[in-house]
């Protein structure tokens, strides 16, 4: 579903060349990864981390990782259930 997350790594090399585009890989990569994760959360009241995991491709502490920084960050709201791999609203 997400794999184009991780298949633009094939094209970060592409992007790294253009003297325009350089410098700002990084930032636009973690937005469209911010911004894919937030949308996938939005139907759901709870969701298991490894239906997620699936889904993009990433391992459970990736995408641990990734949903605690975005509540921290005031992107998504809810809590982390770390023992049972389910993120809350």
């Known amino acids: 579903m997400f794999g184009a997350l991780t298949n633009g790594r094939i094209f ?3 992007h790294y060349a253009d003297i325009h585009l ?3 890989v ?3 990569t ?3 990864r911010n911004w894919a994760v937030i949308l996938y959360f939005q139907p759901f ?4 981390l490894d ?3 699936a ?4 391992t459970i502490d990736e995408v641990e990782h990734h949903v605690v920084n975005l509540i921290q960050s005031g992107g998504i709201q809810g809590r982390v259930d770390s ?3 389910v993120r809350r609203r």
């Open 51 to 53: 239906r997620m995991s």
């Open 22 to 24: 350089a410098h700002h």
């Open 26 to 28: 990084n930032d636009l």
């Open 12 to 14: 970060q090399t592409r």
């Open 45 to 48: 009241a709870s969701i298991k």
């Open 30 to 32: 973690n937005a469209i």
């Open 83 to 85: 023992q049972n791999k």
């Open 55 to 58: 889904a993009f491709g990433w």
